[in-house]
């Protein structure tokens, strides 16, 4: 496949949807956006699609909670198509808000609807939102969105950022899963620098305080991804770093001849899936 067809899912709020289209658009792929009321109407839209994209932003004004209501419609209305997307070896992405409807639709950790959700996304420890640059270190090789990824430099804008799982055995089966494939650092651990409790410092995953974690995640977790390594979301925006001009310190850089953003890789990624 030359050219994979990217399916940009928006709702009411959703306000990356231009930037991530324009994102995969930039690495090589297809991208169309519709709105869910559209997929609603005709489910089997879905199988014209190798990838789906849930984008930041506030769908439905975040008025229930981050993600509730467009994952709740996720849950009920297309379970049955996701599972055959996901069941064909398709790609699922969801960012900021988007991984947060992933995670409460069921569709990236799943669960039955009776259970207790395994892991969610909660209000920051801050108690604000946060909109800053943050560090990101890939820590797991799982994830398809990640392939050959070690570090990252990407905006987050969210309230509701802080990843908490139902119990520490969630989090340690994750771990151990490799399922925990992003997570904020410091510029030290980014560095390679010795660190407090790391043998060498390039593999470190200690404990960073804020701003480094902007939301208080447990084990600093930014991104997970699905058993298969296929369906993954992310609090950080890749979409925001396409470009060197988009880099806060890009007239600063050592690197003239730079001419893409940290966040480009993890959309190209996504189409080299199915070249």
């Not at 980014?190 to 084990?219: C, H, M, R």
Request: hydrophobic share 40%; glycine share 10%.
């Amino acid at each position: 496949m030359a050219q994979p067809r990217v399916l940009i899912l928006r709702a009411p709020g959703t306000n990356c949807d231009v930037e991530t289209a324009y994102a995969f658009e930039r690495a090589g792929a297809r991208a169309e956006r519709l709105h869910v009321n559209q997929v609603l109407a005709e489910p089997g839209r879905l199988s014209d699609f190798q990838i789906l994209c849930l984008p930041g932003g506030f769908s439905y004004g975040d008025d229930v909670a981050a993600g509730r209501i467009l994952g709740n419609q996720l849950r009920h209305h297309l379970a049955a198509r996701i599972a055959e997307f996901k069941a064909d070896g398709k790609l699922i992405l969801g960012i900021c808000n988007g991984f947060q409807i992933l995670i409460k639709s069921g569709v990236l950790l799943e669960h039955a609807p009776a259970e207790t959700a395994p892991a969610t996304l909660t209000w920051n420890d801050s108690g604000k939102f946060e909109a800053r640059w943050v560090h990101l270190k890939v820590t797991s090789s799982k994830s398809i969105f990640f392939s050959g990824i070690e570090s990252m430099y990407l905006p987050v804008a969210h309230a509701e950022g802080k990843f908490v799982t139902r119990d520490p055995e969630v989090l340690a089966s994750l771990e151990r899963n490799g399922q925990l494939v992003l997570r904020y650092t410091s510029t030290a651990q980014n560095d390679g620098a010795k660190v407090p409790g790391s043998a060498s410092g390039t593999t470190s995953i200690d404990k960073v305080a804020y701003p480094e974690n902007p939301n208080g995640s447990l084990a600093d977790v930014a991104g997970i991804c699905d058993v298969s390594g296929r369906v993954c979301g992310l609090m950080p925006h890749p979409e925001r770093h396409v470009q060197r001009t988009q880099h806060p310190h890009w007239t600063r850089g050592d690197d003239p001849l730079e001419t893409v953003g940290d966040g480009l890789r993890v959309f190209r990624n996504a189409v080299r899936y199915f070249l």
